[in-house]
């Protein structure tokens, strides 16, 4: 099977019931399905053929989930597109995947048509406005007047559904290659755990970004699979996402520590009725065992804690996968995946050890989109090498202790130091910079930037991020800059990026 006919054949069963409530309003399956046909009869049109890629770059809306399918039904890869990118982010994805089309919402317009003016791949920007927009073509003619009827594509599951893009070694994205199969085994073997199990009667709240892959798989596929319904959040806010669950009588929440940690501190939380939530989920970030605590303790619901990443499809561990929830780890693994703590040989490690977590399964990327030395580095003897550091106990729990990478997870989006300090060396007053973590309570961790200034030069700590904020996303900008006469190096030059965390930390 691969991810369109699970559409379909949820159709077949589920087709007058509701898909997806949006704002109050029902998008039943048979309609999502034939908005997907649509979608794909149009690309078709277009001239888009299987294995060309298309992207999305859309927020949380019904359109992204009609795009989603319809480009799958049409033989194509989804690139999904972070929307907090800038037009340099977006031009480089487009450019590097080589996509054919891009697909959008009205704000995101600009951005995309900047981005598309450099990427000689792409030959379509498609626009759902309500006005026309010069340069690009209206979501409403092209995709409202194609035929929704199945289209005649031969979709494999071995085929390529999803080029993910995640940081990489050199500060430069990589796009991780997801199949058909990868994405649906991980929905299989999530289904293999009893409590995360979803059941047709099951209304997930999902206000975690579409383009990111713990919401489109888990959140969405997940819940197609077995007919449920999703109660899509637009734009997260605290006191109306609790009214929406308890309106909408939600079973299941799939959310990231600062979403919890919101909630967490708002007075009046047991003033909402969530008696009707059976299942709770954390993941993309760490989530502090107190905020965990405290939550757990209001709403009356275990928050279960997982781990993944985008080359798994993404779940590899999960608490909800034990007997019980053991707060600061992330469970034992998944049904279906294995996962192992080694040493630097690849050697497997005694329980309590730390070593690098790695894993292999049916759910396990193909690769790295043109970058078969990255693949060879990361799967080793068909294991996916992580670069993250863990124990594991005696119970089979593992704990995320680090990172053997340097990346910093913001909210659950990942920020590669190099990609910022690039940006902070453009700026004409500094000299040198080196960007690393530091513990934040809400986004699980921000970014810190020291730097150097040039002889003579002055800059304020707000200017330099203004600065930042002109260029790259807002997550991957810097919230706290150190002014220093010089940076921490050992005797090669290289930057001693522990001793900056060590001071970050103790800064905050």
């Not at 309500?130 to 409202?144: H, N, Y």
């Not at 594509?153 to 500060?171: F, P, Q």
């Not at 709240?205 to 449920?228: C, D, E, K, R, S």
Request: with cysteine; proline share 7%.
């Amino acid at each position: 099977m691969d991810l369109g006919q699970m559409l379909a054949r949820t159709t077949e069963r589920y087709a007058d019931k509701p898909a997806i409530i949006f704002r109050d309003q029902p998008t039943t399956y048979d309609e999502l399905n034939r908005r997907a046909n649509a979608v794909a009869n149009a690309l078709m049109g277009l001239g888009i053929q299987p294995g060309d890629r298309v992207a999305i770059y859309i927020h949380d809306l019904p359109l992204f989930m009609e795009a989603y399918y319809g480009i799958l039904r049409a033989g194509a890869a989804v690139i999904p597109l972070n929307v907090l990118y800038k037009a340099g982010e977006v031009e480089y994805i487009l450019r590097d995947s080589g996509a054919k089309a891009i697909l959008t919402f009205g704000p995101f317009a600009q951005v995309a048509i900047a981005a598309a003016a450099n990427a000689p791949d792409l030959q379509q920007v498609i626009v759902a406005a309500p006005q026309d927009i010069p340069g690009t073509l209206a979501w409403r003619t092209v995709f409202g007047e194609a035929p929704d009827t199945p289209p005649a594509v031969a979709v494999r599951e071995e085929d390529l559904a999803v080029i993910t893009y995640t940081s990489g070694t050199t500060g430069r994205p990589k796009g991780a290659m997801l199949t058909h199969r990868n994405l649906l085994s991980n929905c299989q073997q999530c289904s293999e755990v009893p409590r995360i199990s979803p059941v047709p009667e099951d209304v997930v709240w999902l206000a975690l970004p579409l383009f990111h892959i713990y919401a489109m798989n888990v959140g969405m596929n997940l819940t197609i699979l077995h007919g449920g319904t999703m109660a899509l959040i637009e734009r997260f806010e605290p006191a109306s996402s609790l009214e929406v669950i308890q309106k909408q009588r939600c079973t299941v929440i799939y959310g990231a520590p600062p979403m919890f940690v919101a909630w967490a501190q708002m007075p009046n939380l047991r003033d909402y009725d969530l008696k009707s939530v059976r299942y709770i989920a954390s993941g993309a970030a760490a989530l502090p065992v107190r905020v965990m605590e405290l939550f757990e303790g209001l709403s009356g619901v275990p928050i279960s804690e997982g781990y993944g990443l985008s080359e798994a499809a993404p779940v590899v561990t999960s608490n909800a996968a034990g007997p019980v929830t053991k707060a600061g780890t992330v469970g034992p693994a998944i049904p279906g995946c294995e996962v192992r703590i080694v040493d630097e040989a690849g050697a497997e490690l005694p329980h309590g050890e730390l070593g690098e977590l790695i894993c292999r399964g049916p759910n396990i990327m193909k690769g790295y989109w043109q970058q078969p030395q990255a693949t060879a580095e990361a799967l080793r003897d068909g294991w996916l090498h992580t670069g993250d550091l863990a124990t594991q106990d005696d119970d089979g729990y593992f704990t995320i202790v680090d990172r053997k990478k340097d990346m910093i997870v913001v909210s659950g989006f990942n920020v590669y130091p190099r990609e910022v300090e690039e940006i902070l060396f453009r700026h004409p007053a500094i000299a040198d910079a080196a960007v690393v973590q530091y513990p934040d309570p809400y986004q699980g961790e921000s970014v810190m930037a020291f730097v150097v200034l040039k002889p003579g030069a002055s800059a304020t700590e707000q200017e330099i991020i203004e600065f930042c904020r002109g260029q790259i996303a807002v997550f991957k900008c810097p919230r706290r800059v150190v002014f220093r006469t010089e940076l921490p190096k050992n005797n090669t030059g290289k930057v001693l990026r522990r001793e900056l965390r060590d001071e970050a930390a103790r800064l905050v």
